[in-house]
């Protein structure tokens, strides 16, 4: 097989393996809603292309048109999720959308076939969106700034080349993008070719993102001494299990309040450095006593909650008694060898919870009970 038409079929592959990553990436999650637009983009690509070089073996020209139209959306597609992808102004999308049509139109208006005027077009519009890329990329959040710069400088470079190069080919000589394709023109992959590595540079540029973006939502959501969820992961967390939870009498969702008895004399006695050690101590003792379906959280301070679905008052106090048995096994580090740390516990227990806050409020109300009866001790709320 000739060598151009041969790497352009490499070219077609490669861009559906990054249009499958980038469909992968929106999959997984699906507020990075610019990977869907470039999945969809980069696909069109691989198909536009391969519709190109069938041109080369059966002359059609439903296939030309299918072919040029399949590039021309990809393009729109493309530039868009890339433009979402660095959040750029909607102003700025719309005058973009604009000039992105000037691809389709050129397939209408430039009739000739002649691979200059399209090179022009193309050239320009291709460059532009690059050098546009990389000048939005260096101006975005200083976050990965080093990366961003490289990417950026990739872009930027590619947008000056393909310009320059295209405007060299089409001026060198006047022939179709198929009879280029056909005489086995190199040169004809720097229209592919730049774009290849930019999807590239895009997918890795978002897969950096996104692992950012996640490593933020962990951040917000979690307790990050104990790496439990903190009071707004719980909140969230809690009520979508109770929106989705299918609770009745005999299997009530119950919900669990904890707070560490005489901490303060435990900081002042120790250091604070030991109170925190006590921390972990006590989410290790949640956490394995626990199901996995429970949602477990430092609300505050020296404050736990659990999440308990299916799970009434007997079974709740059975939890309570499983962490207190660990706490009461494991000295602190730092503290006196005899040193164990307590917890005081509220228990609710609701076949049908609607309101989280006042089911919190009752946990806390026994809580305090709990507190007032000597500590240590497990109080279960009763509304009856
Ligand atoms: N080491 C450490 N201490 C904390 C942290 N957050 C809150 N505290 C301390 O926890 C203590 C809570 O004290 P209090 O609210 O008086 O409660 P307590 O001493 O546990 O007494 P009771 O709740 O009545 O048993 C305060 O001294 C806080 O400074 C933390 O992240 N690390």
Not at 76 to 86: F, N, P, S
Not at 229 to 245: D, E, V, W
Not at 253 to 259: E, G, M, P, V
Not at 313 to 331: D, G, K, M, N, W
Request: glycine content about 6%.
């Amino acid at each position: 097989m000739e060598l151009v038409p041969t790497l352009l079929f490499m070219t077609v592959w490669m861009y559906c393996v990054v249009a499958t990553g980038f469909a992968i990436l929106w999959y997984q999650d699906r507020r990075i809603q610019p990977a869907l637009l470039l999945a969809i983009g980069f696909g069109l690509t691989a198909l536009g292309i391969a519709l190109i070089l069938l041109r080369i073996f059966v002359v059609n020209d439903l296939l030309r048109l299918a072919g040029n139209f399949a590039i021309a959306a990809s393009v729109v597609c493309v530039a868009h999720g890339t433009l979402q992808l660095i959040k750029t102004r909607t102003s700025i999308k719309i005058w973009l959308l604009l000039l992105s049509l000037m691809f389709p139109i050129q397939y209408l208006v430039i009739s000739d076939n002649n691979f200059f005027h399209r090179a022009v077009v193309t050239g320009v519009f291709i460059g532009f969106i690059y050098l546009f890329t990389a000048f939005k990329l260096i101006k975005s959040t200083p976050d990965n700034y080093v990366i961003k710069c490289l990417i950026a400088a990739v872009f930027g470079l590619l947008g000056a080349l393909i310009l320059l190069r295209l405007l060299n080919i089409g001026l060198s000589e006047e022939m179709s993008f198929v009879e280029h394709v056909e005489a086995g023109n190199p040169f004809i992959l720097l229209f592919v070719l730049p774009s290849l590595i930019l999807a590239n540079g895009i997918f890795l540029f978002l897969l950096i993102t996104t692992n950012l973006v996640k490593e933020k939502d962990y951040l917000a959501m979690h307790d990050f001494h104990t790496n439990l969820y903190n009071r707004r992961g719980f909140t969230k967390a809690a009520q979508s299990l109770i929106a989705h939870a299918k609770s009745d009498e005999s299997s009530p969702i119950s919900i669990i309040a904890l707070d560490a008895d005489l901490f303060k004399q435990l900081n002042d006695q120790c250091g604070h450095q030991v109170g925190d050690n006590a921390l972990i101590v006590i989410a290790d003792a949640i956490r394995s006593c626990a199901s996995e379906h429970f949602i477990c959280a430092r609300i505050g301070g020296e404050e736990f909650a659990i999440l308990c679905p299916s799970t009434n008052v007997e079974q709740a106090a059975e939890l309570y008694r499983c962490i207190s048995q660990h706490l009461a096994a494991t000295p602190i580090d730092g503290a006196q060898d005899n040193y164990r740390v307590s917890l005081s516990a509220g228990v609710v227990a609701h076949a049908k919870v609607t309101h989280l806050d006042q089911l919190f409020h009752d946990a806390d109300k026994c809580l305090y009970q709990a507190k007032e009866q000597g500590r240590g001790c497990f109080v279960a709320f009763n509304s009856h």
